[in-house]
């Protein structure tokens, strides 16, 4: 509908310009990927929300009974294409196929539909919008920085009060270490990237039911709970993963974002949080996550680094980092808090009634006169009766009424209705300016 399509290129528009204002290029791929692109990227989970394209024509020539029985080979037989899951993995193979055409670093952002064949439920959508920013090219924790201060703008922008969550990967390798599980590195991230919703105990027979065995369990439930400030849990971590080069080296990561936002201190709050695992395996480096802190919804921004995606399509050690918005969780949550602005429905500001006289064409002046000043007006286009054009404009939502008739002519004014109050006056164009500017 025209309120929610205006309510959400309200929070399209903030995002974009954010992006626009810290360097970075819009770029689109197309809706469909080959599925060798996005296939084994996700992880297993990611792998069956896929939405596979059946080929064009006859596209079950040829298949066997054998076929029939074995899922994976049938898809690769049957289905060439799939939509895209998310913006990150086209992404990567944009790169590597115009290596050639683009600079480095490359910070570009993209706005599109991503498709999960998932349960459609609150928060959770078949369809829905990514609004993405990447740098690619570059190894500084600077462009880690960079995006979190793009996160705490867009969100500061649209008065919506979040925490963003801050881990690393390379912390997450070396708890798996230090449990005596790294070949569970996987399992383990995928399990307690669900804790929030699960809960600890779901976590841990999750776990359990993976191989991990109850004492490395238990040696993973001090990381999980660790409390204190962001530098103590980084001083506690130091200690617990002493014997693992690889998380040291994720702690000194997070110790240097930390070191930088101190010269530039984010409006919302930051937290260090060990359970944050961004279940995607792509991910090598910082992590992120956005939660709403009013508001009961699941993750409403993510991203992190991802220091060889690129490597799966031909083109190794050309590290990465980006985020993504939610543009439609994070219109949920403002829907609900009811923090849309008046003018993010793009309502028009006043209607002037038709009254099929002189006046038409003065009050076609005033229009064009007000959309100068980037003031949505309309003339109601036919001469009918005043109640029919009234209820238009109550239905429309339009907070004010402009007349031009003759006596208005004579004396150069408009009489101007607030449809809310009820109150008429006859004021000049210059005075209705300043009237609907405070609305």
Not at 126 to 131: D, S, V
Not at 165 to 177: D, F, Q, T, W, Y
Request: glycine share 8%; charged share 25%.
């Amino acid at each position: 509908m025209p309120v929610e399509t205006a309510r959400r290129n309200y929070i399209f528009d903030i995002i974009r310009n954010v992006y626009k204002k810290y360097g970075y290029a819009p770029i689109e791929t197309p809706a469909m990927e080959n599925l060798s692109t996005l296939m084994g990227k996700y992880g297993d989970e990611g792998d069956r929300l896929l939405f596979k394209i059946l080929n064009s024509g006859d596209a079950f020539a040829g298949i066997t009974a054998g076929d029939l029985s074995d899922n994976a080979a049938l898809t690769l037989k049957t289905c060439e294409k799939g939509l895209r899951y998310d913006l990150t993995v086209p992404f990567a193979r944009f790169v590597v196929q115009h290596r050639n055409d683009i600079v480095f670093p490359f910070k570009r952002y993209q706005l599109q539909p991503v498709w999960r064949a998932d349960r459609p439920q609150k928060g959770r959508y078949r369809e829905f919008y990514q609004c993405d920013a990447d740098v690619i090219g570059s190894t500084a924790l600077l462009n880690e920085v960079e995006l979190l201060q793009i996160i705490d703008e867009v969100f500061s922008r649209l008065d919506m009060a979040v925490t963003i969550k801050l881990n690393n990967r390379k912390v997450l390798s070396g708890v798996a270490e230090m449990m005596g599980e790294a070949d569970k590195l996987t399992d383990i991230t995928v399990a307690i990237d669900k804790i929030e919703k699960a809960g600890h105990e779901a976590v841990e027979a999750e776990l359990l039911a993976k191989g991990v065995t109850a004492t490395a369990i238990e040696k993973l439930r001090p990381v999980l709970t660790l409390s204190g400030s962001n530098r103590e849990k980084l001083v506690a971590l130091q200690t617990m993963l002493a014997a693992s080069p690889v998380g040291l080296a994720g702690v000194a990561e997070l110790q240097k974002i930390l070191d930088y936002l101190q010269a530039t201190p984010l409006r919302q709050a930051l937290e260090l949080d060990l359970s944050l695992a961004r279940g995607l395996n792509y991910y090598t480096g910082a992590i992120f996550e956005v939660k709403a802190k009013d508001a009961e919804m699941g993750s409403i921004c993510g991203g992190g680094r991802y220091d060889d995606l690129t490597g799966i399509f031909g083109l190794s050690n050309l590290p990465g980092v980006g985020i993504s918005f939610g543009a439609d969780r994070i219109y949920d949550v403002l829907l609900q808090l009811n923090k849309f602005p008046d003018t993010a429905a793009g309502n028009t500001r006043i209607l002037f009634f038709n009254l099929g006289t002189a006046g038409e064409r003065k009050a076609l002046q005033y229009v064009q006169q007000l959309r100068a000043q980037d003031i949505v007006a309309e003339l109601y286009p036919d001469p009918d009766k005043l109640k029919k054009q009234f209820d238009y404009a109550t239905r429309r939502g339009i907070p004010l009424a402009a007349i031009v008739g003759e006596e208005e002519l004579a004396r150069g004014v408009i009489s101007l209705k607030d449809l809310r109050s009820g109150v008429q006056q006859s004021i000049p164009l210059e005075e209705v300016i300043k009237r609907i500017r405070l609305i």
